[in-house]
């Protein structure tokens, strides 16, 4: 099922295949009308052949154009995506259902138009609904393109980017705090288990997720030792199980998924934090925006205390979990070295760990507070002036506080 879900996830010609069948369909359909139906609708449908090919060749030159037309703006809103915000977040466009089902609108009238045209014949004499379907279809279509543009314009938008990431993120957590509440999952105290047959990788690659009903059903009992989005090579030992054979529900990919590692997306938000202070795109309004996302997600987060994850049901399945600690060195470390010369970036680093502790548990906190001296350990006090030095003085005093 989760092979399923992640293959659903990422595949993205499936829409638009289905509305290209959907437009043969339609072609079918009103064939049969024309030919079997014609009394059923009023004589004002009526066109003559002549007419009703010029109509759907109109209709396919028009929309073939603006199929390429949209096909370039992908191209450059991709462009955009992947030098301006983090080649990461491709997906998070890519993958947009609202563009896959514009896309597929755009195939299905196509699809319709050149199949249409192709079985005008003379037998048919008065095209009744053909022209009216088609008419119709490029009406939707029209809407649908008007739809593409406004998506476009706010997907281009970097706060449009990192609300998605934000909202990907407090899903994954969510999910997870529903699953920890209703006892499907728990967390229990790092500790590695070792079963009488080890697991190892099939290929190499990223650990995009684990199918725990799988597992269980083939393997019993099953620890994993690696944390999901771990980079694993081929043969490498990533756990054991109670019986031979589980790999399969194991999935390994060329590329990490957010479909259960949430740290992957703290990651895509810091690389997007990142590229904003660079000296070649120079926008750290942008790199804090996305700093005090991360510090909203983290602070959803640490109600959740460490250890491993556990799933039970016919077996068992641990998962390897970072720890908070973990998690914060990775998601700051590069901000910090990169964004030290900033004030403005150190002090929103700061203030994201100040939003950490709202609802964070104790451990948490003491993690959060060991961390703050390591953000301010590349600071030169003494060579900040007045104002500089009162405004990260009081953002430390918050984030300790």
């Known amino acids: 099922m989760q092979k399923l879900k992640l293959l659903y996830r990422e595949t993205n010609w499936w829409w638009p295949l289905l509305y290209g069948v959907g437009g043969a369909f339609l072609t079918a359909m009103v064939l049969v009308v024309d030919l079997y139906a014609k ?17 759907h060749s109109a209709v396919f030159t028009g929309l073939l ?8 703006t992908i191209l450059v809103v991709l462009t955009t995506y992947s030098s301006q915000f983090s080649p990461r977040t491709l997906p998070n466009f890519i ?45 939707i279509a029209v809407i649908a393109f008007v739809a593409f543009i406004h998506i476009v314009s706010q997907s281009i938008r970097v706060t ?39 697991l190892t990788a099939s290929q190499t690659g990223y650990l995009q997720a684990i199918d725990s ?46 479909e259960q590692d949430f740290p992957f997306v703290i990651q895509k938000l810091s690389e997007v934090a990142l590229r904003a202070i660079s000296p070649g795109i120079n926008d750290p309004n942008t790199a804090r925006h996305a700093m005090r996302q991360i ?81 301010c350990s590349e600071i030169d006090w003494s060579g900040l002036n007045e104002w500089d030095r009162k405004h990260l003085e009081q953002a430390q005093r918050r984030a300790l506080s």
């Open 39 to 55: 009394e059923l609708f009023p004589k004002d449908w009526k066109t003559t052949l002549g007419l009703a090919q010029t109509i």
């Open 65 to 72: 154009t603006m199929m390429t037309f949209t096909f370039s």
């Open 95 to 139: 993958e947009n259902r609202q563009v896959q089902h514009i896309f597929g609108i755009f195939i299905g009238t196509v699809t319709y138009s050149i199949t249409m045209l192709f079985f005008m014949r003379p037998s048919l004499k008065d095209s009744v609904v053909a022209s009216a379907v088609a008419v119709i279809v490029v009406l």
């Open 160 to 198: 449009t980017l990192l609300d998605r990431l934000h909202e990907e993120g407090c899903t994954l957590i969510d999910e997870q705090i529903k699953a920890v509440e209703e006892e499907q999952h728990q967390l229990l105290p790092d500790k590695q288990t070792d079963y009488s047959f080890n």
């Open 213 to 258: 009903e799988l597992l269980m059903k083939s393997g019993g009992h099953v620890a994993i030792d690696v944390a999901i989005g771990s980079y694993i090579t081929q043969g490498q030992r990533i756990g054991s199980a109670e019986q031979e054979d589980v790999e399969q529900g194991i999935l390994i990919g060329p590329t990490r998924s957010a």
């Open 295 to 375: 510090g909203d997600l983290f602070r959803r987060y640490a109600v959740l205390p460490d250890g491993n994850l556990l799933v039970k049901g016919e077996g068992s399945v641990t998962v390897k979990r970072l720890s908070f600690s973990e998690l914060l060195y990775l998601t700051f470390y590069q901000l910090r070295h990169y964004g030290e010369e900033d004030i403005s970036v150190l002090a929103t680093m700061l203030e994201s760990l100040e939003i950490m502790k709202r609802n964070a548990l104790p451990e948490h906190k003491a993690s959060i507070d060991r961390f703050v001296p390591f953000v």
